[in-house]
């Protein structure tokens, strides 16, 4: 079996984000993919039990994926709620996925305070940017997956050598 890519539901067309809207990563390496078998879809908040739709959730206070997985901060939704611990669940779902289906690289969600690996949002839901990493990406990382955005998919390719 060629290397096994675990890739974030919403690129596969599911409808699963927090808006109840899917965001399908059109790219022939993808259908290429497909076709081959190597394709793991996960949304990790789904795995862990989250409604669709659902309230818009941030890491709070400028902090990343790592922060939330050392217990250093929290992910919080728009309404106030505090979902760190299904979030904490989701990253590890994802891993035991990974690891259980020999996923070796991860092609995921860019900006998702789960998935997001090249940027996530600052924890104002003021639609601003930052750099970092997602609890999901971060977890997947630190189990010694390679992790590429949605935006990454060429590296993806050039990495796998196709």
Same mark, same amino acid.
């Given at each position: 079996m060629q290397n096994r890519i675990l890739v974030s539901a919403?690129?596969?067309?599911? %409808?699963?984000?927090?808006?109840?809207? @899917?965001?399908?990563?059109?790219?022939? @390496?993808?259908?290429?993919?497909?076709?081959?078998?190597?394709?793991? &879809?996960?949304?990790?908040?789904?795995?862990?039990?989250?409604?669709? %739709? =659902? %309230? %818009?959730a941030e890491i709070g206070n400028g902090a990343?994926?790592?922060?939330?997985?050392?217990?250093?901060?929290?992910?919080?939704?728009? &309404?106030?709620?505090?979902? &760190?611990?299904?979030?904490?669940? @989701?990253?590890?779902? $994802?891993? $035991?996925? $990974? =690891?259980? &289906?020999?996923?070796?690289? $991860?092609?995921?969600?860019?900006?998702s305070p789960s998935c997001g690996s090249g940027f996530i949002y600052d924890g104002t839901f003021a639609g601003r940017r930052q750099a970092g990493n997602g609890v999901t990406a971060a977890a997947l990382k630190a189990a010694g997956v390679d992790v590429f955005s949605d935006r990454e998919i060429e590296q993806l390719i050039d990495r796998l050598g196709q």
């Amino acid at each position: 079996m060629q290397n096994r890519i675990l890739v974030s539901a919403c690129l596969m067309g599911q %409808p699963v984000r927090y808006d109840g809207r @899917a965001k399908p990563l059109l790219h022939p @390496a993808i259908e290429r993919w497909q076709a081959e078998g190597r394709l793991v &879809t996960i949304c990790p908040e789904m795995s862990a039990g989250m409604k669709v %739709p =659902r %309230p %818009p959730a941030e890491i709070g206070n400028g902090a990343t994926g790592e922060d939330v997985l050392a217990g250093k901060a929290d992910v919080v939704e728009l &309404t106030g709620g505090d979902v &760190t611990a299904q979030f904490l669940l @989701a990253a590890e779902n $994802a891993v $035991a996925l $990974a =690891r259980k &289906t020999g996923c070796r690289y $991860a092609l995921l969600i860019d900006g998702s305070p789960s998935c997001g690996s090249g940027f996530i949002y600052d924890g104002t839901f003021a639609g601003r940017r930052q750099a970092g990493n997602g609890v999901t990406a971060a977890a997947l990382k630190a189990a010694g997956v390679d992790v590429f955005s949605d935006r990454e998919i060429e590296q993806l390719i050039d990495r796998l050598g196709q």
